[in-house]
């Protein structure tokens, strides 16, 4: 009998183990990060170079969301206690949207000590916000087939040569404001006097052949050979001549404007620590150098970055090449840029 009360009660333990066992070894879930992203191509870098030496070095995951900065901004107003996002990318403009409406953070420089290494220009348009992980440069693209002799300067594009091969892009995007104030201080102007600029926009229409919605659409304008010369972003122009199209860029003599991305953390995020991490990472010298090389070209902004010299022409590094871009005055921007929206697609939309 007591044989047999002893295999009952062991036949019992085991019987009643599966019902403990999966409270017992229930895995944690792993601490997560969710980024904001650009998508397609241009999410590769921040896969390969960043989330995923990122996973394996502290057991997190990384999540990319493609999503465009307002998109970004507007998702997380509707949920601010519990955000979608941790890390965000915006444009210079966005950026200080989002700053203002208390939606990131406030830099804290002991948590991401690559700042230091970050050029002292760059670091001022984040206005203390985030950190500037790279940067765009608006110039002139042109084919060389087509204009034999290169441009030198944005009024270029008001000659009687151009007529019907111009391209430009409309105001959904920083490349078709940066123009619009570019054009407005060539004649007076500036981000709080646009006037000149629309003025301006209005005598170049008649060279101008297509205002492309996006400025995917405009780089595609110059594959299908539809455009001779256009405002372009520098990295934009080097990923075509990647592909072989008879294409270069320049910058005009009075002057190419720069505009930043801006990773910032947000401001209810749950993985503050892991975010700081993540964002310190995006600033190191051996992330920016693998990011800004064929064929993702992202201007770096850490001051340990060296590129070839003929890299440099489309990718400036050092001090006194950064020192020639401008910057645009995207507070004022902001307060207007709408408007200015509405009435390029009254006046010039097509």
Do not use: C
């Amino acid at each position: 009998m007591r044989r047999i009360a002893l295999v009952v009660l062991a036949v019992f333990l085991v019987a009643s183990v599966p019902v403990l066992a999966p409270v017992a070894l229930r895995a944690a879930p792993l601490p997560e990060i969710v980024m904001s992203s650009y998508g397609g191509q241009l999410d590769e870098p921040f896969r390969w170079f960043l989330a995923d030496p990122f996973e394996q070095r502290t057991g997190a995951r990384v999540t990319l969301v493609p999503s465009l900065s307002l998109e970004v901004i507007a998702k997380i107003k509707a949920s601010p206690t519990s955000p979608p996002f941790d890390v965000i990318l915006l444009d210079e403009g966005p950026h200080l949207q989002a700053a203002a409406d208390g939606i990131v953070q406030r830099l804290d420089e002991k948590t991401v000590p690559n700042i230091a290494q970050v050029y002292p220009a760059y670091r001022k348009v984040t206005h203390g916000f985030g950190v500037p992980q790279a940067y765009s440069v608006v110039g002139l693209a042109y084919n060389t087939k087509r204009v034999k002799t290169p441009p030198t300067s944005w009024r270029d594009l008001f000659k009687p040569e151009f007529r019907g091969q111009v391209g430009t892009v409309n105001l959904n995007s920083s490349l078709g404001v940066a123009f619009l104030v570019m054009l407005a201080k060539l004649n007076g102007g500036d981000e709080a006097n646009i006037e000149p600029g629309f003025a301006a926009y209005k005598a170049l229409m008649s060279n101008v052949s297509a205002v492309a919605p996006r400025p995917g659409a405009l780089a595609a304008l110059f594959e299908r050979d539809e455009v001779a010369i256009a405002p372009l972003w520098n990295n934009t122009i080097l990923t075509l001549r990647e592909k072989g199209l008879p294409v270069d860029w320049v910058v005009p003599k009075e002057g190419a404007i720069v505009v930043m991305s801006v990773m910032n953390m947000v401001t209810d995020t749950k993985q503050a620590q892991l975010a700081a991490q993540f964002i310190n990472d995006a600033i190191s010298k051996d992330y920016q150098l693998k990011a800004a090389v064929t064929p993702y070209f992202f201007g770096p902004t850490n001051s340990g970055v060296n590129l070839p010299s003929a890299m440099r022409r489309y990718l400036p590094t050092r001090p006194e090449e950064v020192a020639q871009l401008l910057s645009l005055d995207w507070a004022t921007i902001n307060r207007s840029r709408q408007a200015w929206a509405d009435r390029f697609n009254r006046e010039f939309g097509r």
